[in-house]
C-alpha cells in the first residue's frame, strides 16, 4: 500500500475529474459552494446531539460511517479548491497557526 499524502490524493481527485470531463465545473466558486454544502451535511449530524452524545458520535457504526464520508468530502473539494488555486494546504495551515500564536500568546502565570 502507498504511504498517503496531500499531492498523491490531490492528483487522485485530479485524475478521477478529468477521466470524467468533469474539470470545466470545477471552478473556485463551484467548489466552494461543493465545500459547502458537503460541510452543512457534517453539520446536520451534529446538529440536535448534546455535547456528550456528539463526543461519542464515533461509536455507533452507521454514524461513524456518515461522519468519515462526509469528512472525507468536505476534505476532498478542500483539496481540489488548494489544487486550484495552487494553494499548498499544509503551508497555509502552518502560516496560520504561526500568526495565531502571535495574536493569542499564552497567558502568563495561573
Known amino acids: 500500500m502507498t504511504e498517503l499524502d496531500v499531492a498523491t490524493l490531490q492528483r ?7 477521466a470524467r470531463n468533469w474539470q470545466p465545473y ?16 457534517l453539520v446536520e449530524i451534529f446538529q440536535w446531539l ?15 460511517h456518515r461522519v468519515t464520508d462526509e469528512v472525507a468530502d ?5 483539496l481540489q479548491l488548494c489544487d ?9 495551515l502552518d502560516a ?3 500568526r495565531n500564536e502571535r495574536r493569542f500568546p499564552v497567558p502568563d502565570g495561573p
Open 74 to 78: 468536505v476534505l476532498a473539494y478542500l
Open 50 to 64: 448534546t455535547p456528550e452524545e456528539s463526543a461519542r458520535v464515533m461509536d455507533d457504526a452507521d454514524t461513524a
Open 12 to 18: 487522485r481527485l485530479a485524475e478521477f475529474a478529468a
Open 96 to 98: 496560520k497557526i504561526d
Open 26 to 41: 470545477h471552478t473556485p466558486k463551484n467548489l466552494v459552494a461543493a465545500l459547502s454544502v458537503e460541510a452543512s451535511e
Open 84 to 92: 486550484v488555486l495552487d494553494i499548498d494546504p499544509l503551508a497555509a
